[in-house]
């Protein structure tokens, strides 16, 4: 391992530090889709424990090999007007001049400045190099630097692509020092005072920082060191390389390079944290309309639900209707009939069976069943439609979806992405599926087949496979039987005024009975059907929604404990970096 460049008194800082990447790196494992982050938190912790590492970037044909050259007082690095770097060099000391590959991709040179000691320094591809593979280099490289030099050109000052590689390393937090190469190509003070002013004012207007600039011609400086005497005092003041070494090996002393290196992992995860809230919040908001969805389909259940029972009430009434009136047919049947004037008639049995039958039972058998038919049609389309309704909300909410989500790439990981949709397309393809196989005409049939076992049940005993009107039949025919009979044994008895009264009492008593019985029979029966099948209804739906409603409810919990975590992090890598600018670190 390198040299430390860390002291013992930043030593508790520095634990901090690392325990905070545990930390961020335990978060991100949590959090599908983080996974990218990880190698850059696995390189930034690692670069705590090294040397101080300068960073060089710029575009090619800037000057940044030829800069380090003039750092290091000799040629080591191979200049030239075409692109001539093209992997990461990482400069460090050595006894004697060496090189070796680190990595694919990364040289490593030894190098006998006295220096590099203490600072490595990191040469890049150009900002603008040809190959992307060049740029994709550079940029992976910067979350791992302490300073960046950031080489520009007189002749090519601030260009669209340093603004906009700048604009994407600024956002790690990285302190960024100008070096405005080949001042040596102007020809007054006052072309160097335009360019460092329109430098300053665009990366204060568009980076919002306003930079450190130091105009410096290292060509100048080379050329100091190959001249002698007063030519080579001349040439040295007038590259102002000084006033560069002096800011790189003075004034950013020991000191401040153990503040820098203690903040910059900050501001790397700090970045790291901030894009991964980005991320985490982007999914809340779609967890929230998902949330919302199913919310509105379970709402639409209960109101189904709800209307369901309240229309079922009102169908029943009307069935409950048909009873009533027969009930009063019948009271007004008894009054009629079994009197004193009429005794002659109520021996006569059969004639008041079909009295009774044609008076007071006439048609309701057949209203009842017609009654019947019609809830278990209605049941049938009520559910045919509201699958339908769900089917069409489902959809919309789909399509809203879509929309959202292109909004959004590169937000939304991949895999939840993909869990997602894959929830919604399978809700909407059961849906579907009921929709289309679902068959009006059977699903009748089979609900009125349930219906009338179950009234069969609880009205008469013995109905067998015979429909529901004969059902009711049957049971008013038992009636009709047995008033028949009570009316005769009437006429048999031949007791005078006394016992009509009490037995046309008795008769209504017993006919009120058998009225009740019927209307509680029918009304219980088909009440505990639609329950069961409103209840069959409501589950259908329920499984079909089941998996989606789960995913939704774990990953609002897991979001919800992602977030509180960001937020824990992020009050702590704020306390720490406190401490750093305080001074606390000294």
């Known amino acids: 391992m390198a040299k430390s460049i860390l002291q013992e008194r930043q030593r508790a800082l520095l634990q901090q530090e690392k325990q905070l990447a545990i930390d961020l790196a335990s978060c ?23 040397l101080f590492l300068l960073v060089i970037v710029g575009e090619f044909n800037a000057g940044k090999s030829a800069c380090i050259n003039a750092l290091l007082h000799s040629d080591v690095l191979e200049e030239g007007v075409i692109p001539t ?19 694919q991709e990364i040289l490593e040179m030894d190098y006998p400045a006295e220096f590099l000691r203490d600072i490595s320094i990191v040469d890049t591809p150009g900002v603008n190099a040809i190959l992307l593979e060049h740029q994709r280099l550079t940029e992976e490289f910067v979350p791992r630097s302490d300073l960046i030099l950031f080489i520009t050109s007189t002749d090519r000052p601030f260009t669209q692509s340093e603004k906009n590689f700048l604009e994407r390393i600024r956002a790690w937090g990285k302190k960024v020092v100008f070096v405005l190469n080949k001042i040596d190509l102007l ?188 809830m278990i049609d209605w049941m049938v389309e009520q559910e045919h439609h509201f699958w339908q309704n769900i089917m069409e909300y489902i959809d919309r909410r789909r399509e809203v979806s879509l929309r ?52 069969a049940q609880a009205v008469i005993t013995g109905a067998g496979g015979i429909g529901l009107g004969a059902i009711i039949v049957a049971f008013m025919g038992t009636l009709a039987a047995d ?30 009975e058998k009225m009740r019985e019927l209307q509680e029979g029918l009304s219980t029966a088909m009440s505990e059907q639609f329950r069961k099948e409103l209840q069959n209804s409501v589950s259908r739906i329920e499984d079909a929604i089941a998996p989606y409603t789960r995913f939704v409810r774990s990953e609002q919990q897991k979001t919800a404990e992602i977030q509180g975590r960001i937020s824990q992090l992020d009050t702590t890598i704020n306390t720490i970096k406190n401490e750093i600018e305080k001074g606390q670190a000294r």
């Open 483 to 512: 008033v028949t009979g009570i009316i005769a044994g009437i006429g048999l008895l031949l007791v005078g005024y006394g016992i009509i009264p009490l037995r046309r009492k008795q008769a209504k008593r017993a006919f009120d």
């Open 85 to 103: 770097t093209h992997q990461v060099t990482i400069l460090r000391h050595g006894d004697v001049q060496a090189q070796h590959i680190l990595a």
């Open 187 to 374: 020809r007054s003070p006052e072309e160097l005072q335009k360019i460092t002013a329109f430098i300053s004012s665009n990366c204060q207007q568009l980076l919002g920082f306003k930079p450190d600039i130091f105009p410096v011609s290292a060509l100048q400086a080379q050329q100091a060191r190959q001249a002698v005497g007063h030519e080579a005092v001349e040439l040295w003041e007038r590259s102002h390389f000084g006033q560069l070494e002096e800011y790189l090996f003075k004034t950013l002393d020991a000191e401040e390079r153990v503040r820098l290196k203690l903040l910059s992992p900050l501001g790397v995860m700090q970045r790291l944290l901030d894009q991964t809230r980005t991320s985490v919040e982007e999914r809340a908001k779609l967890l929230t309309e998902d949330a919302r969805t199913v919310t509105n389909i379970e709402d639409q259940v209960t109101y189904y639900r709800e209307d369901m029972q309240r229309n079922f009430k009102h169908r029943l009434t009307e069935i409950s209707n048909v009873v009533l009136e027969m009930r009063q047919r019948g009271d007004y049947f008894f009054e009629d009939t079994i009197r004193l004037r009429r005794i002659l008639d109520l021996v006569q049995g059969e004639r008041i069976r079909r009295e009774f039958e044609h008076e007071v039972l006439g048609d309701s058998a057949a209203r009842i069943e017609h009654a019947v038919q019609e």
């Open 28 to 50: 991100l494992e949590n959090f599908e889709g983080g996974e990218p982050y990880e190698k850059t938190l696995r390189q930034v912790t690692a670069s705590l424990d090294d």
């Open 404 to 455: 959202r989500e292109d909004k959004m790439i590169g937000t939304v990981s991949r895999q939840f992405d993909y869990n997602r949709r894959l929830l919604l397309q399978s809700v909407a393809h059961t849906v579907t599926g009921v929709i289309q196989t679902y068959d009006q005409e059977a699903e009748s049939t089979q609900l009125s087949q349930d219906m009338r076992s179950t009234v």
